[in-house]
């Protein structure tokens, strides 16, 4: 179609991973009309492309009983789809954090069926290239596989992970922080074991006593399995790369083939051990994981002190249940715990960019300082923060007042389907 002839689409939503997905489904839920763009070929973001493997943030930590929803409302919905179509349950790991396993076709699977049942129009291989505000609307070019395209919308959801679309809008970028380290996670094949506890003390026993004695690459001591992906003699193996990120333009480049090389030494090294022969990489991750990138900043910047405290907040849209997991350069993360069975609420302020008027935050960009979003970048907290950011746009397509918008949200998300 000529540029300027399409339809101006209500709610125009920027990447599709766990939080692009929910706030595209929120905003047809609401009756507007929605466009879903997304650079890459599959749904599901970091959660697919980097192979996470486990949606955290969905359930509350506990110590007994039941495993317990975090959220009603969407982000419960697609833990119970995950479930049903892994056949796998949450499980509880250390210090009561409980979470989902899933392998990443099943989540890009359950992501793609939610929204082929909505009327949402989905464009993959299809990147932001630049926004323009033009009176009320936005102007969007994108590429679109291999040509330019032009899209109208009345609000934007930047869903990208790297705040993009708030960046090509003019929006106020949070100061920069330190970023967390990556790491990136392979396929081994050949384990003689399917014990998952066996298998990861036999892992952090060999790779202690291969760095003492100076046999092993380093890369092991940032080795580790990620929890419920052992099936069949083989499991997923992460790899952290203990660095500091600075965020310059060479830097995705040198990090990817580092971690691709760490890893593959890791997994050689482990081959030359006693009953080790039949181990092999037999697959990686499309892409390294980094953990925080850029964020706008929003009407409230969310704060580590908020989430571990789990504050409750007049507006609170989405809840956070996962601890704050700051890694740095050392092999474990620094944990600050929320109190056991407790949540906090993420007020619709840090979805709402600062004094750009149509242009809303959704999962790993929203509006929350260093510490607070190593707790509120888990899938599960994307999924909440996703949809009540497409539920906003949708609400000011709508005229509607933000009030309402909220209390639907606090009835779905924050108060409702609990348990
Ligand atoms: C190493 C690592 C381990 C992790 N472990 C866990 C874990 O165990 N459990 C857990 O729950 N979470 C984990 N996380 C966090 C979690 O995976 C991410 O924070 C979460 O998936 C972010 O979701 P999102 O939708 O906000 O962003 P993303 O997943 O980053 O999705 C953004 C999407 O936007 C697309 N995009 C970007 N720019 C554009 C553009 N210009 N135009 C169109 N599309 C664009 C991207 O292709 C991508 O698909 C981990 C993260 C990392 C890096």
């Not at 766990?18 to 905003?27: D, L």
């Not at 009561?96 to 989540?107: C, E, K, N, Q, S």
């Not at 760095?211 to 580790?224: F, K």
């Not at 149509?358 to 999924?383: D, F």
Request: aromatic share 4%; hydrophobic share 45%; net charge negative.
């Amino acid at each position: 179609m000529a540029e300027g002839t399409a339809p101006i689409v209500d709610v125009l939503v920027v990447g599709g991973g766990a939080a692009g997905v929910a706030a595209a489904v929120a905003a047809a839920r609401a009756g507007v009309s929605v466009r879903l763009i997304e650079s890459n070929g599959t749904l599901g973001g970091f959660g697919t492309s980097a192979e996470v493997s486990t949606v955290c943030g969905l359930h509350l930590r506990t110590l007994d009983g039941p495993a317990q929803w975090s959220m009603g409302g969407f982000p419960r919905e697609i833990g119970e789809r995950l479930r049903a179509r892994t056949g796998l349950g949450a499980v509880r790991y250390h210090e009561g954090l409980t979470f989902l396993p899933y392998a990443p076709p099943d989540l890009a699977a359950v992501l793609d069926a939610v929204v082929a049942e909505h009327a949402i129009t989905l464009s993959l291989h299809t990147t932001l290239m630049s926004l323009a505000r033009h009176g009320e609307v936005w102007r969007a070019t994108t590429l679109a596989w291999d040509h330019q395209e032009t899209i109208d919308a009345r609000m934007i959801v930047d869903a990208s992970g790297v705040a993009w679309a708030a960046a090509c809008a003019g929006a106020e970028i949070q100061p920069d922080e330190e970023r967390q380290a990556p790491a990136i996670v392979g396929t081994v094949a050949g384990l003689p074991t399917q014990d998952a506890f066996a298998l990861r003390t036999w892992l952090l026993k060999e790779c202690v006593r291969g760095l003492r004695d100076g046999t092993a690459p380093a890369g092991v001591g940032s080795l580790s399995v990620v929890p419920g992906s052992e099936h069949a003699g083989t499991a997923r193996f992460k790899l952290g790369l203990p660095v500091r990120v600075i965020g310059d333009a060479d830097e995705p480049t040198m990090l990817e083939r580092a971690a691709r090389r760490a890893l593959a030494d890791a997994v050689d090294w482990l081959r030359t051990l006693p009953g080790m022969d039949a181990l092999r990489l037999i697959g990686v991750a499309p892409q390294l994981g980094l953990r925080t990138g850029r964020r706008a900043l929003g009407e409230v910047v969310v704060t580590g002190d908020h989430v571990v405290a789990a504050a409750g907040h007049p507006e609170g849209v989405a809840r956070g249940a996962w601890p704050i997991e700051h890694w740095t350069t050392g092999r474990q993360p620094m944990l600050r715990m929320l109190p056991l069975g407790a949540a906090c609420e993420i007020p619709a302020g840090a979805l709402i960019a600062k004094g750009v008027p149509g242009l809303y935050l959704a999962g790993r960009v929203i509006s929350a300082n260093e510490e607070a979003i190593a707790s509120l970048r888990v899938i599960g907290t994307c999924l909440g923060t996703g949809y009540a950011a497409g539920r906003l746009a949708a609400g000011a397509v709508r005229g509607e007042e933000r009030a309402a918008t909220v209390a639907a949200l606090r009835a779905e998300q924050v108060e409702g389907g609990l348990g």
